[in-house]
């Protein structure tokens, strides 16, 4: 999650004028009590709990890929690729994209991370001009294009681009692109205005900790709120041209603390990069967290990682429909809008299908289907929940259960949603690509 290393305040805060600013919708700061977020964790227990396995037929598979991650070829990351392979591993990721900041010293296509490494395909790229950009070779002039001119330039030798950040963009309007996030991690962050505040505090910190240690994954999912600008846009952008909605995970694993014990009873304070922070006193850090009385110095006596890779990567994920694990094959798959966005945190959603039949038979997400041959869209999902249909943004069906089908009455880019009830919170679970009736 980028751009959260904000400047520190200092220990004593201001965390009575924040708490009492609180007003209106319920935000993180709200979510992330330790019995909210125990909660939380037994909604997503029972999910596992119930969650049935679906077989894929057919000659595609599904490989759940992470778009929008960084290592330490970017700036504002330190993250070692043997260390953000193995977390997607354990988060049940198959490929990694990769989006470096680009810089003078290295050259993100053919120096960045690329092929099979313990299993998990790795795919070069950059986060440049407001989009996540896979060229296919390198593109020595980037930093001097034009947006609209990279996107065309990436197209032309055979690379991906995606609008990403689109809160920042919402009135872009771009041919050639491969599509939009549809999600973003950081963007859904950046909304908690009180946990931007509250992170400054190295007070509140070392409070909430007790809840990241009990319930790391939850404790993330605290900032989630539903993607509703983005998706508005997203129904804007298909209606001009076909676009593949992706997740951006903004992976950076960069927003921390750190306590190390120095000499003459001081502590040094930095953030999750190593930056030194400030120096204080132990016994002004002792008041609020406790350092062994057998401490060294040089030993780290306090760490607090608010974004772990594993996290990170597990929170939401871009499933994609492909023949194989390889670069093209997931890139076809991209392309061609075969793919759909799931909250993994919640549920694993492996299995989920959106597709439409007619008498020619069966059509994948991304596919182009005529109203004259009678489609019936149809979805099934390793658990039931609430099933929302939009054609063109608007809500025009809705449903309940593992499965629904339905006859759609009028052209459009038809897209579904599944709904859970997460600890009495409506929240999306699956946002698909849309099927586009003609």
């Known amino acids: 999650m980028a751009g959260s290393r904000v400047g520190w305040g200092g220990i004593v805060a201001f965390v009575g004028a924040i708490v009492a600013g609180s007003v209106g919708a319920e935000d993180a700061i709200d979510r992330l009590t330790l019995a909210k977020v125990a909660a939380v964790h037994e909604a997503v227990e029972a999910f596992a709990a119930a969650r049935k396995p679906l ?5 595609l598979h599904e490989y759940r890929c992470n778009l929008h991650v960084h290592s330490a070829f970017s700036h504002d990351s330190r993250g070692k690729i043997e260390s953000i392979v193995a977390a997607a591993k354990r988060a049940g990721t198959d490929a990694l994209l990769f989006t470096e900041h680009p810089a003078a010293h290295y050259d993100f296509v053919t120096d960045g991370h690329t092929g099979l490494v313990d299993g998990v395909l790795l795919v070069p790229g950059a986060e440049t001009k407001g989009m996540l950009v896979y060229p296919r070779r390198t593109v020595p002039e980037h930093d001097a294009l034009e947006a609209q001119d ?3 330039r990436v197209r032309a030798g055979d690379g991906m681009t995606f609008l990403c950040h689109l809160e920042e963009r919402m009135d872009w309007n771009l041919d050639s692109l491969t599509g939009s996030e ?7 962050a950046k909304e908690e205005t009180r946990l931007y505040a509250m992170m400054k505090n190295p007070l509140w910190l070392v409070q909430v900790k007790k809840v990241l240690d009990a ?6 999912a605290a900032i989630f709120d539903p993607p509703s600008d983005y998706m508005k846009r997203f129904d804007e952008l298909c209606a001009v041209y076909p676009h593949t909605g992706v997740s951006g995970n903004d992976a950076h694993e960069n927003v921390g603390l750190r306590i190390t014990l120095l000499e003459g009873d001081k502590v040094r304070m930095t953030d999750a990069l190593d930056e030194e922070l400030t120096v204080l006193d132990r016994a002004v850090v002792a008041a609020f967290t406790p350092i062994p009385a057998d401490a060294q110095p040089g030993d780290l006596v306090f760490k607090l990682q608010l ?18 694990l ?5 890139q076809e798959g991209l392309v061609k ?7 993994d945190w919640i549920a694993d959603a492996r299995g989920f299908d959106f597709q439409a039949e007619d008498g020619n038979g069966r059509h994948e ?9 009678s489609p019936v869209l149809r979805g099934r999902a390793p658990l039931p929940g609430h099933w929302k249909v939009f054609n063109r943004g608007e809500l025009v069906h809705e449903a309940d259960g593992a499965t629904f089908e339905w006859a759609p009455a009028a052209p459009g880019n038809h897209r579904v949603e599944l709904w859970l009830d997460v600890a009495d919170r409506p929240l999306p679970w699956v946002l698909a690509n849309p099927i586009y009736i003609e």
Request: proline residues 3%; glycine residues 8%.
């Open 365 to 373: 997400m991304g596919s182009h289907v005529a109203l004259s041959e």
């Open 337 to 343: 809008g075969r793919a759909f966005v799931a909250f």
């Open 182 to 188: 549809i999600y973003n991690t950081h963007a859904d």
């Open 307 to 324: 974004d772990p890779y594993e996290q990170s990567l597990r929170h939401v994920g871009t499933h994609v429909l492909a023949t194989e």
């Open 215 to 220: 319930y790391p994954q939850e404790s993330l």
């Open 326 to 330: 390889s670069r093209d094959a997931i």
């Open 55 to 59: 077989e894929r037929g057919g000659d």
């Open 150 to 152: 990279l996107v065309r």
